[in-house]
Structure formats: structure tokens, C-alpha cells
């Protein structure tokens, strides 16, 4: 079995990513790691060089600056990267999503698992979204519980945006992958970076979604009961990057007015415990396998 990873990156260190300590945490799993690696402003490349790993393989990249449609350059970035892996399997990890070094045994294990079971094209993890600080995880069904992050390598896929995955049939319709659980979660942490580097990403990435950017001034102005507290343990290759450079306190906004979304989410959840199924979200795949 053959496992690649890949990623895209652009200006990932202004922005402040962990994207470091994400790709560091992709390489056990892989056999190799592909980077594309946009024109940035910043020191991205060259961090990523200091790795120095012969797993890892960059790919220099040019953004399309005139796509401003719903963040389908992050699209076409993340394809870049893919359309250069030759695993079996190919994983993609965000630049601020870290592997817990408990679970490389296991993702390795439901790869194989699964290789020679055809009907399986995606495998999926659960998710812990820390918004604010290290501390506390977002719960509403604004954020996903669960997403495909590894695809297999051998059918026709493109990423309609930087999340998910279209498998195409016969060239003539569109359908989201067959997935099977991996059974552990991904760390992500790209809403607890410092809030002025979270300011800099608005005002350098809302425009590829089409919007103006806004200035970002606090994690604390959200609904408190979307937020929870996060009782387990964070990805060793983490600790450093948390320690400094995430935010270490969360104030919520007591004059924060609930928006007509915020309401919407609390009724969802309200409507998940009482059906027992409290994740209850919109899924980019179909289970074939549990």
C-alpha cells in the first residue's frame, strides 16, 4: 500500500497557521507529501524547506487572483496538489489540522483495511473544531462533525471547494464519495490562532469567496451555548504552537445578539438530542461501511 498526502499553502506564516506542525503530523501516515505552494508574501516556502524530509515534495504555484467564486481557487490549489500524488490513497490535510500521533497506527490500519474494498472511495474522521482557545470546542451545526479526508487515488474526483470531494460517474453526473469511519478525530485549530493574525487572513482571503473583508476583533462574539468545554489531549507536535501562538482566553460578548443562523443551530440541536443523533449535519459523503 502506497499513501500520499498532500496540502496547498500561501501565505500560511502571516496568517498563522499551524501548518508546520500539520504537515510534521501527515508525514508518519505517508509514504510521501505533496505541498503546492502559492506565491506568498511571507517565509511559507522556506519553512516548509526546512523540514527538510525527503517525503516531502513541493510544487511552486501561481494563484488565479480573478477567481473570487465561492473559493474555488482553494479548489484549484488542492486539486494541484492531488493531480501530483501516486498512492493508493491520497490524504488531505488543511493547514491547520494536526493528526494526533495516538492515531497514525489506526489511520494506517483503516487504509489497508479498506484497499482492496473498491466500494469503499473515501475514508472519513470525526472532528474536534477548537474555536476561541485550546480549550473549547465549537458544537452547532454550523461546523461539520464529520469529512472526508482521505479519497482513494484510483477513481475520477475534483473538490468543488477546498472541502470535499465530487466522484463523477461516467462523465455525465456528480455524486458525493462511499465512505467508511476511520474512528478518530482530526484537531483543528484554525479559530483559535491569535486575533490579529485571524484579522490578516479576513482581509487577505474573503475576497476569493467574493465578499469585502471585515476586520475581526474578538472570538467572542458567538452564540456561548455553540461552545463547549474540551476535556481531552492535544497532538504533542501541537503543544508549542498552542502554547504560542493561540489565543489563551475566551470572553463571550454578554451584548451579542443571537443571529436568525444562531437560532436556526440551537433548534437543530435541540432536535439531535431528542432524535439521539446531536451531530446532526450536513454530510459530503454516504457511509457503506461503519
Known amino acids: 500500500m502506497l499513501v ?4 496547498f499553502l500561501r501565505n500560511a506564516s502571516l496568517l498563522g497557521y499551524p501548518f508546520i506542525e500539520s504537515i510534521k503530523s501527515l508525514l508518519p501516515v505517508c509514504d510521501e507529501v505533496i505541498v503546492a505552494i502559492g506565491n506568498s508574501e511571507d517565509n511559507t516556502l522556506e519553512l516548509v524547506r526546512h523540514i527538510n524530509d525527503p517525503k ?16 474555488y481557487v482553494y479548489a ?4 494541484i496538489a492531488e493531480f501530483n500524488c501516486i498512492g493508493d490513497w491520497a490524504f488531505y490535510l488543511e493547514a491547520d489540522e494536526v493528526i494526533h500521533e495516538q492515531d497514525v497506527p489506526l489511520i494506517r490500519a483503516q487504509m489497508a483495511k479498506y484497499l482492496a474494498d473498491t466500494q469503499v472511495e473515501a475514508l472519513v474522521f470525526d472532528y474536534h473544531h477548537f474555536y476561541g482557545t485550546p480549550g473549547h470546542v465549537a458544537i452547532s451545526p454550523r461546523w461539520y462533525r464529520k469529512a472526508p479526508r482521505i479519497i ?3 477513481i475520477r474526483t475534483y473538490a ?4 470535499f470531494w ?15 469511519n476511520v474512528g478518530c478525530y482530526l484537531y483543528h485549530y484554525g479559530h483559535v490562532r491569535s486575533v490579529k493574525a485571524m484579522d490578516e487572513k479576513n482581509k487577505k482571503v474573503e475576497r476569493y469567496w467574493g465578499k469585502n473583508a471585515h476586520s475581526f476583533n474578538s472570538y467572542g462574539n458567538v452564540d456561548p451555548r455553540s461552545i463547549a468545554k474540551f476535556t481531552g489531549t492535544h497532538p504533542e507536535i501541537a503543544h508549542n504552537w498552542l502554547q504560542n501562538n493561540a ?15 444562531d437560532k436556526k443551530h ?9 432524535l439521539g443523533n446531536p451531530n446532526w449535519t450536513k454530510k459530503h459523503y454516504r457511509l457503506v461501511r461503519k
Open 4 to 7: 500520499s498526502g498532500f496540502t
Open 152 to 154: 482513494r487515488n484510483t
Open 247 to 261: 489565543e489563551q482566553e475566551l470572553v463571550f460578548n454578554p451584548e451579542y445578539k443571537l443571529s436568525s443562523r
Open 166 to 180: 465530487i466522484v463523477m460517474d461516467k462523465n455525465k453526473s456528480g455524486r458525493y464519495p462511499n465512505a467508511a
Open 266 to 274: 440551537r433548534l437543530m440541536m435541540i432536535i439531535g438530542w431528542f
Open 160 to 163: 468543488p471547494d477546498g472541502l
Open 56 to 71: 516531502i515534495k513541493i510544487i511552486e504555484t501561481t494563484w488565479n487572483e480573478k477567481m473570487t467564486d465561492r473559493g
Open 76 to 79: 484549484q490549489q488542492k486539486m
